[in-house]
C-alpha cells in the first residue's frame, strides 16, 4: 500500500523559505503513470494545489505562487520536496503531499493517495 | 485561476439524499472532464471519493454519484449516514496542468 510521509519545520520566520520533503514509500516514485503535489490548507479554510510534478520534470506550479514555489524530486530517496520562499503569515497552513495518477487509457486521477498532512506556523 | 464556488453548508437527516454543487468556468469544470471530489473529516487528510466527474474509486460506496453539467458539476448523497458529516471538496483541471479546488461544502447530518 502506497503511503506519503510530510516532514519539516513546524515553525518558519517571516521572510524566510518553507521548506518541506514527502517520502513515498511502498511505491517507486519513478512509477511511469504517478505525478507528485503539494496542497495547502489554511486553518479553518479550503484546500488550494500548490504545485505537481513527474520524477524526470517539469514541474508545474499554482499561477499564484509561481514567484515564490520550486518543487523537486529525489529517486535516490524516494523523495520529493516544496520549497516555498519569502513566506508570511498568510502562507500559515497544513500542507499536504499526494500523488496523482495518469495513463493513456484513465487519463487522471488526481490525489488518489495523500500524506497526513504537517501543520507549519509563520510567525517570528 | 480562482476557486470553485460551492455551498458553504448544506444539511440532511439520515436516509435523505443531499446534493453539492460546485461551479466553475468554461476554463476548469465546464472544459474538461477531470472533476474530482474529496471528502475530509475534522483533523484528517482528504480522501478521493469520486474522479473523472462520476467515477468511484475502488471501495466508495455506490450512494455517492456524481454528474456535470456545463460549468457546474453536482455530487450526490443517496442515503445519508452518521458517518457521511465531513467537509467536502470538488476539484477541476483547469488546463496547462494546473488544478483548482472548490471552497469546501460542510455536510451536517441531523
Known amino acids: 500500500q502506497l503511503q506519503l510521509q510530510e516532514s519539516g519545520p513546524g515553525l518558519v520566520k517571516p521572510s524566510e523559505t518553507l521548506s518541506l520533503t514527502c517520502t513515498v514509500s511502498g511505491g517507486s516514485i519513478s512509477s511511469g503513470s504517478s505525478y507528485w503535489a503539494w496542497v495547502r490548507q489554511p486553518p479553518g479554510k479550503g484546500l488550494e494545489w500548490i504545485g505537481s510534478l513527474y520524477y524526470t520534470g517539469p514541474a508545474f506550479y499554482n499561477p499564484a505562487l509561481k514567484s515564490r514555489v520550486s518543487m523537486s524530486v529525489d529517486t535516490s530517496k524516494n523523495q520529493f520536496s516544496l520549497n516555498l520562499m519569502s513566506v508570511t503569515a498568510a502562507d500559515t497552513a497544513v500542507f499536504y503531499c499526494?500523488?496523482?495518477?495518469?495513463?493513456?487509457?484513465?487519463?487522471?486521477?488526481?490525489?488518489?493517495?495523500w500524506g497526513q498532512g504537517i501543520l507549519v506556523t509563520v510567525s517570528s | 485561476q480562482s476557486a470553485l464556488t460551492q455551498p458553504r453548508s448544506v444539511s440532511g437527516s439520515p436516509g435523505q439524499s443531499v446534493t453539492i454543487s460546485c461551479t466553475g468556468t468554461s476554463n476548469d469544470v465546464g472544459g474538461y472532464n477531470y472533476v474530482s471530489w474529496y471528502q475530509q473529516h475534522p483533523g484528517k487528510a482528504p480522501k478521493l471519493l469520486i474522479f473523472g466527474v462520476n467515477k468511484r474509486p475502488s471501495g466508495v460506496p455506490d450512494r455517492f454519484s456524481a454528474s456535470k453539467s456545463g460549468n457546474t458539476a453536482s455530487l450526490t448523497f443517496s442515503g445519508l449516514q452518521a458517518d457521511d458529516e465531513a467537509e467536502y471538496f470538488c476539484?477541476?483541471?483547469?488546463?496547462?496542468?494546473?488544478?483548482?479546488f472548490g471552497g469546501g461544502t460542510n455536510l451536517t447530518v441531523l
Open positions: 499526494a500523488k496523482l495518477h495518469y495513463d493513456t487509457l484513465t487519463g487522471y486521477i488526481p490525489f488518489d493517495y
Open positions: 476539484c477541476s483541471y483547469a488546463g496547462s496542468y494546473t488544478w483548482v
